[in-house]
């Protein structure tokens, strides 16, 4: 057994989801990520269960491991009991971990999600919040959007009287306390220090790639660019 | 086959007494269906539904886009059970689909791994000074929904049936993946025969349409349609869903995910600019409803009240065939009647060429 294996495997989604995959390709055949990408979570099962840390690494540094959409759709599907989901999951936490995911395009990506989402959360304590959620960013979120957008506060006070502010109701304001506790929270389980990984590795990363450290170009180059052309 | 089914997945929802758990998206895009499950459950049921000023998201979006430890979610989680028992309940119940298979993953994971939850609890404790409680039972709104749908019957203002011919509406109902494909044994019906959007269709006097690609997502994908450059693959995955079920006529699209229910409804405006394709009658879109604002048809509730001005796709063709008697000039009112313009048309509803946007760009 390798050292990466060993890794990987020190995660329970890990252990959970890693059975004794038998190549059947039901989980290809489900996942909405095959059907879209060049990808096949039964391929990676097969890899992983190998347990060679010369695939696991090239797993980590690549592309593939991040097509996947965690809809979960392959879990109750494998006859085995194998989730192959999961083992992404493990696969791209170790990843970041590691540092490798700056070497592949859609690794890079964690970053501007860590300064969207990752912010939003430390800052707001919700995933998303509406002045966030730019039209010019969202054009798919079309015209309707754009109205609840410029019109916020009018819209939210219909069905919400504590919008952008304390006590109950959708769209309040979480109080300093809760915010601490937050904050707290992701000191002492290993969120933070995850969340300066990814902005720790990324910098280099960008730097090796001439841009200016990890700043904005870098962040919106790697928000924007398809790059499934070339993968 | 189906009947017999979904009856061997069956779980206990508690009657009354809820903690209340809110959702990142259904808060974003339907904070009229949030209003409206806490006002159908008070006012119109006269249940006890707490509604906490001191929870957070759960991060779960983080989560699935891997930016969030487990560990950390995990500790999250606890401090949201702990809130619940702070304030003298036990019945937790989730708004969000991908939060209530949070819920349920964590808790099965403390059961079979005990030593993540004494971890956890060690971290609960050292950060905020609680302490974890787990709750009696965990359900989904929707389970609440469904639990209560005989009651919600019995005060039925508006049937799901077809005004001018008395035909029971063709609704397609579409499960969010993350309320039993997770867990099969915590969704009502589990994962392939799920019950608990159909058996309020069927409570309410409408038809549930079965079709090709029922099961498959709805394309959130997490980081697929997060970050810009991957979007796609969710807008594709939609796509595959509505071409899927348009030949069979649907009236309307039902969800228990706040995320399904916002993509199904927004990559109908995008598919409509980009190629001028719609999928309901007369070269409309499908309105896409949540189950709240679905129950709050049915008891009779204003469309604006609940929020059905938010869709990308308008419902006014729905609310006509439900014979729903409805006000146009109040739908974009703000507080104290004030008109705040309306929205730019879009080619979703029938106005070709007039949009804001020219989403090929």
């Keep these: 057994m390798g050292k990466l294996f060993d890794k990987l495997y020190e995660d329970i989604r890990v252990r959970e989801g890693l059975k004794a995959c038998m190549n059947c390709g039901v989980c290809t055949a489900i996942c909405p990520?095959?059907?879209?990408?060049?990808?096949?979570?039964?391929?990676?099962?097969?890899?992983?269960?190998?347990?060679?840390?010369?695939?696991?690494?090239?797993l980590l540094r690549s592309e593939t491991i991040w097509y996947c959409g965690q809809c979960m759709s392959c879990r109750p599907r494998c006859?085995?009991?194998?989730?192959?989901?999961?083992?992404?999951?493990?696969?791209?936490?170790?990843?970041?971990?590691?540092?490798?995911?700056?070497?592949?395009?859609?690794?890079r990506q964690q970053l501007a999600l860590k300064r969207t989402i990752g912010e939003n959360?430390?800052?707001?304590?919700?995933?998303?919040?509406?002045?966030?959620?730019?039209?010019?960013?969202?054009p798919e979120q079309g015209t309707v959007w754009r109205w609840v957008f410029d019109n916020d506060k009018d819209i939210y006070a219909r069905f919400t009287p504590s919008y952008g502010r304390e006590g109950a109701g959708a769209l309040r304001r979480c109080s300093e306390a809760t915010m601490q506790e937050l904050h707290r929270i992701f000191e002492v389980s290993g969120g933070k220090e995850f969340f300066d990984d990814i902005e720790r590795y990324s910098e280099q990363k960008a730097r090796e790639m001439g841009y200016n450290g990890a700043d904005e170009n870098y962040m919106m180059d790697v928000f924007t660019q398809n790059t499934l052309a070339e993968e | 086959m189906r009947r017999t089914k979904w009856e061997e997945y069956q779980k206990d929802i508690a009657d009354d007494k809820y903690y209340y758990a809110r959702s990142c998206i259904r808060q974003n895009f339907f904070p009229g269906s949030e209003k409206a499950f806490l006002d159908i459950l008070r006012n119109d049921l006269g249940k006890d539904i707490f509604d906490d000023p001191l929870h957070t998201s759960c991060t779960g979006i983080g989560y699935h886009s891997d930016i969030v430890p487990f560990e950390t979610i995990m500790t999250v989680v606890a401090r949201q059970f702990a809130l619940m028992h702070e304030a003298g309940y036990e019945n937790f119940t989730s708004s969000c689909i991908t939060s209530f298979g949070i819920y349920t993953e964590i808790l099965n994971t403390w059961e079979e791994f005990p030593e993540t939850e004494e971890r956890t609890r060690e971290n609960l404790?050292?950060?905020?000074?609680?302490?974890?409680?787990?709750?009696?039972?965990?359900?989904?709104?929707?389970?609440?929904?469904?639990?209560?749908?005989?009651?919600i019957a019995e005060r039925m203002k508006?049937?799901?049936?077809?005004?001018?011919?008395?035909?029971?509406l063709r609704v397609v109902e579409?499960?969010?993946?993350?309320?039993a494909k997770i867990f099969p044994k915590s969704g009502i019906g589990g994962s392939e025969f799920p019950y608990v959007l159909a058996g309020m269709i069927e409570s309410w006097g409408g038809e549930v349409v079965d079709y090709p690609e029922r099961r498959h997502c709805c394309g959130f994908g997490f980081r697929n349609y997060l970050v810009q450059a991957n979007r796609g693959y969710s807008v594709a995955n939609s796509q595959k869903k509505l071409e899927s079920m348009a030949p069979y006529r649907p009236d309307f699209i039902v969800c228990n995910?706040?995320?399904?229910?916002?993509f199904l409804d927004k990559w109908q405006y995008t598919i409509a600019e980009m190629e001028g394709t719609t999928y309901g009658a007369h070269g409309h879109g499908i309105p896409v409803l949540t189950y709240e604002e679905m129950a709050g048809l049915v008891l009779g509730y204003d469309p604006w009240e609940l929020g059905m001005q938010m869709h990308a796709v308008d419902v006014e063709p729905l609310l006509e065939k439900m014979g729903v008697e409805y006000d146009p000039s109040t739908k974009y009112l703000g507080p104290k009647g004030k008109y705040i313009g309306k929205p730019a048309a879009a080619a979703v509803n029938c106005s070709a060429g007039v949009t804001l946007y020219d989403i090929k760009k």
């Design chain 2, 257 to 262: 995910c706040p995320g399904c229910s916002m």
């Design chain 2, 125 to 151: 404790f050292k950060a905020t000074g609680r302490e974890l409680v787990k709750p009696k039972s965990l359900a989904h709104t929707s389970d609440v929904i469904f639990h209560l749908r005989k009651e």
């Design chain 1, 33 to 58: 990520a095959a059907e879209f990408y060049d990808y096949d979570p039964r391929q990676i099962i097969s890899a992983v269960q190998m347990r060679d840390d010369e695939t696991i690494e090239a």
């Design chain 2, 174 to 179: 579409h499960i969010g993946c993350h309320y």
């Design chain 1, 121 to 138: 959360i430390m800052k707001s304590g919700y995933c998303l919040v509406p002045r966030n959620i730019s039209p010019d960013l969202h």
């Design chain 2, 158 to 168: 508006r049937p799901l049936v077809n005004a001018l011919t008395g035909e029971p």
């Design chain 1, 79 to 107: 006859p085995r009991g194998n989730t192959p989901g999961y083992i992404i999951q493990g696969l791209r936490t170790l990843s970041q971990r590691m540092g490798y995911f700056v070497e592949s395009a859609r690794g």
